[in-house]
T-cell receptor
Framework: EAGVAQSPRYKIIEKRQSVAFWCNPI?????LYWYQQILGQGPKLLIQ????????DSQLPKDRFSAERLKGVDSTLKIQPAKLEDSAVYLC???????????????FGNGTRLTVT | AQKVTQAQTEISVVEKEDVTLDCVYE???????LFWYKQPPSGELVFLIR??????QNEISGRYSWNFQKSTSSFNFTITASQVVDSAVYFC?????????????FGGGTRLMVKP
């Protein structure tokens, strides 16, 4: 089966600019996640979608970050305006089911490496 | 709050040596899942194993084995006869099963370097 697709692979922007990342989960996967991985650290969850609804966005810096999954399939994550500390790899993951079960492990994409200068 | 600690930030071994990656976790939940993921230089996170808190049986898969000890809140990962292809960053992770589905709390990772 095709994996989780993410684009772009790399992005370099200046601080205060805007940027958007795209994710297409594995076909049929209802749950989609965005994680932020700062260099040398483990990934940190930003937001979880179940179909097109937000399940948890408690760790999303909502003053500058936004995410949507309008049709319950692919998703975009936007940063506006970017700060230096946003430099990280942004990982998208999907799973077949979400709340209430651990029977569907996450499948991760290759990530988008963002550098803010 | 959940927390995962991987005290070893970097380990270097010579090929064919055995190596153990440590993972200690904290959670107030009685039901939870533990995971190990591998992140090779290409960047993707590769799922290795998931264990639930009810099952403390150790598991072996080829050269990989996992030792889950609830009494010490540890879930250690051993690679037997390491190979150069095992070089990667390994992450231990924890999920609150019933409230958060597969939302994972990751440790900081252990970078394993296997030299020929």
């Amino acid at each position: 089966e095709a994996g989780v697709a993410q684009s772009p692979r790399y992005k370099i922007i200046e601080k205060r600019q805007s940027v958007a990342f795209w994710c297409n989960p594995i076909s049929g996967h209802a749950t989609l996640y965005w994680y932020q991985q700062i260099l040398g650290q483990g990934p940190k969850l930003l937001i979880q979608f179940q179909n097109n609804g937000v399940v948890d966005d408690s760790q999303l810096p909502k003053d500058r970050f936004s995410a949507e999954r309008l049709k319950g399939v692919d998703s975009t994550l936007k940063i506006q305006p970017a700060k230096l500390e946003d430099s990280a790899v942004y990982l998208c993951a999907s799973s077949l089911v979400g709340r209430g079960t651990g029977d569907s492990p996450l499948h991760f994409g290759n990530g988008t490496r963002l550098t803010v200068t | 709050a959940q927390k995962v600690t991987q005290a070893q930030t970097e380990i270097s071994v010579v090929e064919k040596e055995d190596v153990t990656l440590d993972c200690v976790y904290e959670t107030r939940d009685t039901t939870y899942y533990l995971f190990w993921y591998k992140q090779p230089p290409s960047g993707e996170l590769v799922f290795l194993i998931r264990r639930n808190s009810f099952d403390e049986q150790n598991e072996i898969s080829g050269r990989y084995s996992w030792n889950f000890q609830k009494s010490t809140s540890s879930f250690n990962f051993t690679i037997t006869a390491s190979q150069v292809v095992d070089s990667a960053v390994y992450f231990c992770a924890l999920s609150d099963l019933y409230n958060a589905g597969n939302m994972l709390t990751f440790g900081g990772g252990t970078r394993l370097m296997v030299k020929p």
